[in-house]
């Protein structure tokens, strides 16, 4: 299963108010956005990246037939209909969706989502090997977890040296910002960051409020 996203940042601090009618006006099916409401690294004190945004917008398809068939279309507005004159960038990234705890129920208290960028020193295939095995199997025993997604992504915007600037985008569902806290406190919230640091070198965390497919994107 495959995901395109955009992260968007807007002139003024997405409202409420205009992410909720962007979302009325989608044209594909299942897509959410998520509002950012907080910036800080929630539960972790780790390297963080230069990416400064008010919304992340997610697209699932079956294929990437599918998202150039949307695109060509013209179903896939990466923007979600956002008014033109408060849009000032918007990135789309292309990613493989891998589910570890299935997302839970929109009664979930709060959804996190943290870009990654891999350390420099390390490849792609080893990055991906760590995030997916070992990495997974830390994460989802965090006490208090109550879902988990990772999202690989495999095209996306590029720095001036051609490197990657985003390499995963994480989604985790909380009860309640307290858990994040203590969840990461843990032991093994301590393993795990211990572990991150052998292949992710920042991590950009923001807590979002999802808008659509019940808010799981």
């Known amino acids: 299963m495959l995901s395109v996203m955009s992260l968007i940042t807007t002139r003024a601090d997405l409202s409420a108010e205009s992410a909720a009618e962007a979302v009325a006006k989608a044209a594909i099916p299942g897509c959410v956005l998520n509002r950012v409401t907080d910036r800080s690294q929630k539960g972790i004190a780790y390297e963080r ?4 945004l008010d919304a992340i917008a ?5 294929d990437v037939s599918a998202s150039l068939s949307a695109a060509n279309e013209g179903r896939l507005d990466l923007t979600m209909g956002l008014p033109p004159g408060i849009i000032d960038e918007v990135h789309p990234i292309l990613c493989l969706k891998n589910t570890v705890l299935p997302p839970p129920g929109p009664e979930a208290g709060l959804k996190r989502m943290s870009i990654l960028r891999k350390r420099p020193d390390v490849s792609a295939a080893f990055f991906q090997e760590q ?9 989802k025993r965090l006490p208090g977890i109550q879902g988990y997604r990772q999202n690989l ?3 996306g ?4 040296d051609g ?3 985003v390499d995963g985008m994480v989604e985790l569902w909380f009860p309640d ?7 990461f406190q843990s032991a093994i919230g301590n393993t795990t960051m211990m572990h991150a640091r052998e292949f992710i070198g920042e991590i950009s965390t923001f807590l979002v409020q999802p808008l659509g497919a019940a808010g799981q994107g």
């Open 49 to 52: 990246g230069a990416q400064d």
């Open 58 to 62: 997610q697209f699932p398809f079956a």
């Open 131 to 139: 995030w997916f095995n070992l990495h997974a199997l830390l994460v």
């Open 153 to 155: 992504v495999i095209d």
């Open 157 to 160: 915007p590029r720095d001036a």
């Open 163 to 165: 490197h990657m600037m």
């Open 177 to 183: 910002s307290a858990t994040i806290d203590a969840a």
